[in-house]
């Protein structure tokens, strides 16, 4: 947004930086300190800020930044998923870290000859890094998935 050549998408892409490092920092301290009542009364106060700054701004960008703001308007739990639950990174430097692997595997092989094959594939990967993730052997998972399939899961229990 910095880049673009209208001064009002300059400007939004700096409001959003501020709030994206905002929300960086509540999270960073939150992880130091694991104190949920300041942390939930400033993210319930943030995601207001941020829905303001979008319905401040989106009448005054053009095409490129009105596109971002929708997004963000229409997907806004999504992006901002780590205000509702802290547990959850702000990131997705792991996702990214664990999709080299599929990338790596892939280019190795040659990739899929066909689309079923590029499901499968991604399919597999996916359990073996969410199994890497949790500390779960893959051999055993896929072993009980053989025997019961309905008795195992991948996603974790939050307690």
Known sequence: MLKLTL?????????FIRLIDEAFEH?????IHGDNPPYFTWATDFKIRVNQAISDWLPKVGYAAGLLLNSLKKKSAQWWYFLDDPLVPPDNNRAERNLRLAVTKRKVSGGSRSMDGLHNTAALLTVIQ???A???S???FFRQALIDPSSISLIPILT
């Open 7 to 15: 001064k009002s998408q300059q400007e939004i892409g700096k409001v």
């Open 130 to 132: 969410t199994c890497k």
């Open 134 to 136: 949790q500390g779960k």
């Open 138 to 140: 893959v051999i055993d």
């Open 27 to 31: 999270h960073a301290t939150w992880r």
